[in-house]
């Protein structure tokens, strides 16, 4: 099995900066696709950000272009989001997930996919933004 597991949310105020976690364990060889998400109480799920672990391309939401980015350390089986430039609007429980897919479906997944095309999910951990 792969164990995923979120850390770094917090409190921040409007322009602050975080930078969440996602740590693998398990069989890692599972999966190639991880996908940043986020969900606010009374709203959809939504994709935030994408990367292939093999350094393949990534992919944003347009929310979040400019202000979030992704990085993957391979060596430490752990994904990371960058989040400059918080915004309210950018409160939410963040859960990351992974899957195995073909090259050039990844954000497409992530961004029109239901949760049950990831088999792998954290925790999720909580961002909230204050004004």
């Known amino acids: 099995q792969v164990e995923l597991v979120e850390s770094g949310g917090g409190s921040v105020q409007a322009g602050g900066s975080l930078r969440l976690s996602c740590a693998a364990s398990g069989v890692t060889w599972s999966y190639n696709c991880v996908g940043w998400f986020r969900q606010a109480p009374g709203k959809e799920r939504e994709g935030v950000a994408s990367?292939?672990?093999?350094?393949?391309?990534?992919g944003y939401a347009d929310s979040v272009k400019g202000r979030f980015t992704i990085t993957r350390d391979n060596a430490k089986n752990t994904v990371y989001l960058q989040m400059n430039s918080l915004k309210p609007e950018d409160t939410a429980m963040y859960y990351c997930a992974a899957v195995y897919l073909p090259s050039g479906l990844c954000w497409s997944t992530v961004e029109h996919g239901t949760s049950r095309d990831f088999p792998y999910w954290g925790q999720g951990t909580q961002v909230t933004v204050s004004s």
């Open positions: 990367t292939y672990t093999n350094g393949g391309n990534t």
